[in-house]
């Protein structure tokens, strides 16, 4: 089954798996940075510019930086090696599956980046480790495929008769 006789479904669900996800990762890491940038302003500064350098900070840090992006990209990976490499074992080309499988999450990823003003840098590695990802995932996923069924045949041929 080739790609585009694979069902658009599956890989939709992999790419939406990943990004839910990737954003709840995103979501806990900004909290908790959030959450240590208020503890240190607040214990440095006076309470009337409390708010202000916390504003500050947070814009600086977390909308427009690839702090954010990070651990993000690197959960995402992550995610989507195993959602590839689970799902791609029935395709014909689950090295295309993964590509295509992180070439989507690559591009709804680089939207927000770029909204964001994260560096063109980043977002180029980004895209090259989802990409990646969805290939590696995809090349473990035949080759995993193909080790079943040698060890079904070696179980075929060593079984005693």
């Known amino acids: 089954m080739s790609v585009l006789r694979q069902p658009f479904q599956d890989i939709l ?7 839910i996800i990737g954003w709840l990762a995103a979501l806990g890491f900004g909290l908790w940075i959030a959450h240590l940038q208020y503890d240190e302003v607040s214990a440095r500064l006076p309470p009337d510019q409390i708010n202000a350098a916390y504003t500050a900070r947070i814009d600086r840090e977390l909308w427009h930086s690839p702090l954010l992006f ?7 990976a992550a995610i989507l090696t195993w959602q590839v490499a689970h799902r791609a074992k029935n395709a014909n080309n689950a090295q295309r599956y993964g590509a295509v499988t992180g070439v989507l999450v690559a591009v709804v990823e680089s939207v927000i980046a770029l909204m964001l003003q994260v560096p063109w840098v980043v977002v180029a590695l980004m895209w090259l480790l989802l990409v990646g990802a969805g290939v590696f995932a995809g090349w473990y996923a035949t080759d995993a495929k193909q080790n079943d069924i040698s060890d079904a045949s070696l179980e075929q041929h060593t079984s005693p008769r």
Do not use: D
């Open 13 to 19: 669900k992999a790419a939406l798996i990943t990004l």
């Open 70 to 76: 990070l651990p993000q990209i690197g959960v995402m």
